[in-house]
Nanobody
Framework: QVQLVESGGGLVQPGGSLRLSCAASGSIFTIYTMGWYRQAPGNQRELVAAIRSGGDTNYADSVKDRFTISRDNAKNTAYLQMNSLKPEDTAVYYC?????????????WGQGTQVTVSS
């Protein structure tokens, strides 16, 4: 069993910053890609950023140059540093990791953390 737990969400004013964390626990052999997704009301869930095991990253165009994804493999933790936040960044943010354990390899989702950007 694998659990992903996000933290760091909250209410922030436009132009502000937040740092999200996603920590994994449970049976883990290998963590491949770590990703952050978000879903705003009425919208589909979308990929925000991802980081592969080798460190390569990719970002949605809407967050490039504002958000930074990173990972600490020793702590089984991923981070999303969000700067220059805009009201349109308001959403529930989820982490999604591609993990191999004794059950095989598959993606796992966290429960989500709310980010609200508003004055």
């Amino acid at each position: 069993q694998v659990q992903l737990v996000e933290s760091g969400g909250g209410l922030v004013q436009p132009g502000g910053s937040l740092r999200l964390s996603c920590a994994a626990s449970g049976s883990i052999f290998t963590i491949y890609t770590m990703g952050w997704y978000r879903q705003a009301p009425g919208n589909q869930r979308e990929l925000v950023a991802a980081i592969r095991s080798g460190g390569d990253t990719n970002y949605a165009d809407s967050v490039k140059d504002r958000f930074t994804i990173s990972r600490d493999n020793a702590k089984n933790t991923a981070y999303l540093q969000m700067n220059s936040l805009k009201p349109e960044d308001t959403a529930v943010y989820y982490c999604n990791w591609d993990i191999r354990n004794h059950l095989g390899r598959r993606p796992y989702w966290g429960q989500g953390t709310q980010v609200t950007v508003s004055s």
